[in-house]
T-cell receptor
Framework: ETGVTQTPRHLVMGMTNKKSLKCEQHLGHNAMYWYKQSAKKPLELMFVYNFKEQTENNSVPSRFSPECPNSSHLFLHLHTLQPEDSALYLC??????????????FGPGTRLTVT | SQQGEEDPQALSIQEGENATMNCSYKTSINNLQWYRQNSGRGLVHLILIRSNEREKHSGRLRVTLDTSKKSSSLLITASRAADTASYFCATDSTSGTYKYIFGTGTRLKVLA
């Protein structure tokens, strides 16, 4: 395994529900990422946290709310989602986020279905 | 428009054959990475190549980078059924942000 875990692996939620996705990395990395992967679309970067501080928000709708309490944990809080938000949500981590460009380690993803 | 685009979109070969995938990008880069994704799983890093490098090897993988043509290729030699996966290139930018942009990937199927 990659050292990055995600829970739950599958989630079905209604449009009025509130749920959270959890990511944990056991690699001692300082940077963590959320990506969205939809069918036949490129992987979309959503958020980047470096040393617990948000450094990138890729114009993500406010119905997605990230939280990074420490460098090992990353959450994505979901509320009032739309059917088009159904996708595979991937968490990743890297040593740092900066000019040296470190490889990213991905979790297995959460398959989200919004009904 | 997206930074990296892989070609072909899908590739089917026999076990033992070589597989070549290409990636083209639009703006100047510092680094380019290749990743593999098995169906419905997370991505696995394969190789990182920097803009001042022309070729890198890792086991059965060979990556080339041509910055003048803004393109890269990934060659998998002596393919195996276990190589069946989607392969993505990811490029950063010299514009000051450190994020990587991923392409839509090449779906490789290796037939036993």
């Amino acid at each position: 395994e990659t050292g990055v875990t995600q829970t739950p692996r599958h989630l079905v939620m209604g449009m009025t529900n509130k749920k959270s996705l959890k990511c944990e990395q056991h690699l001692g990395h300082n940077a963590m990422y959320w990506y969205k992967q939809s069918a036949k679309k490129p992987l979309e970067l959503m958020f980047v946290y470096n040393f617990k501080e948000q450094t990138e928000n890729n114009s993500v709708p406010s119905r997605f709310s990230p939280e990074c309490p420490n460098s090992s944990h990353l959450f994505l809080h979901l509320h009032t989602l739309q059917p088009e938000d159904s996708a595979l949500y991937l968490c990743a981590s890297s040593q740092d986020y900066g000019p040296l460009s470190y490889e990213q380690y991905f979790g297995p993803g959460t398959r989200l279905t919004v009904t | 428009s997206q930074q990296g685009e892989e070609d072909p979109q899908a590739l089917s070969i026999q076990e033992g054959e070589n597989a070549t995938m290409n990636c083209s990008y639009k703006t100047s880069i510092n680094n380019l990475q290749w990743y593999r994704q098995n169906s419905g799983r997370g991505l696995v890093h394969l190789i990182l190549i920097r803009s001042n490098e022309r070729e890198k090897h890792s086991g059965r993988l060979r990556v080339t980078l041509d910055t003048s043509k803004k393109s890269s290729s990934l060659l998998i030699t002596a393919s195996r059924a276990a190589d069946t996966a989607s392969y993505f290139c990811a490029t950063d930018s010299t514009s000051g942000t450190y994020k990587y942009i991923f392409g839509t990937g090449t779906r490789l199927k290796v037939l036993a």
